[in-house]
């Protein structure tokens, strides 16, 4: 069975470039024989700028950290939603990880961010 890895990343601000790294960081996770859990494709169907859907989407994406192995932690900043998923994952003793760009740049190739 595969290790499920949950993908934590920055959303807000520039919704639609954070997708476009968000889906590089998920076929990088998908490269090293993982099962990534994204919860960031609910921004496709929900608004984020709107508080009650960008709380609704929250709440689903933390529901899915129980099940998974480890959490993946991507970017250069920490916003307050990844805060609350990190923080989240310690209370539930699931292990993160955090992935360097250049790691993502040797399985990925070239200038891939």
Same mark, same amino acid.
Request: hydrophobic share 40%.
């Given at each position: 069975?595969?290790?499920?890895?949950?993908?934590?990343?920055?959303?807000?601000?520039?919704?639609?470039?954070?997708?476009?790294?968000?889906?590089?960081?998920?076929?990088?996770?998908?490269?090293?024989?993982?099962?990534?859990?994204?919860?960031?494709?609910?921004?496709?169907?929900?608004?984020?700028?709107?508080?009650?859907?960008?709380?609704?989407?929250?709440?689903? &994406?933390?529901?899915?950290?129980?099940?998974?192995?480890?959490?993946?932690?991507?970017?250069?900043?920490?916003?307050? &939603?990844?805060?609350?998923?990190?923080?989240?994952?310690?209370?539930?003793?699931?292990?993160?990880?955090?992935?360097?760009?250049?790691?993502?740049?040797?399985?990925?190739?070239?200038?891939?961010?």
């Amino acid at each position: 069975m595969m290790k499920k890895v949950y993908i934590c990343a920055p959303l807000g601000g520039d919704v639609q470039a954070n997708l476009e790294r968000v889906k590089k960081y998920t076929e990088y996770a998908l490269k090293c024989g993982t099962a990534p859990v994204v919860p960031h494709f609910y921004a496709l169907c929900l608004d984020d700028s709107i508080p009650r859907e960008r709380e609704m989407g929250m709440a689903a &994406g933390l529901s899915l950290l129980w099940f998974c192995d480890e959490m993946w932690v991507f970017g250069d900043e920490i916003t307050r &939603g990844m805060a609350a998923e990190i923080q989240f994952c310690k209370n539930l003793h699931v292990k993160t990880r955090k992935i360097r760009d250049s790691e993502i740049r040797k399985t990925l190739g070239g200038n891939c961010l």
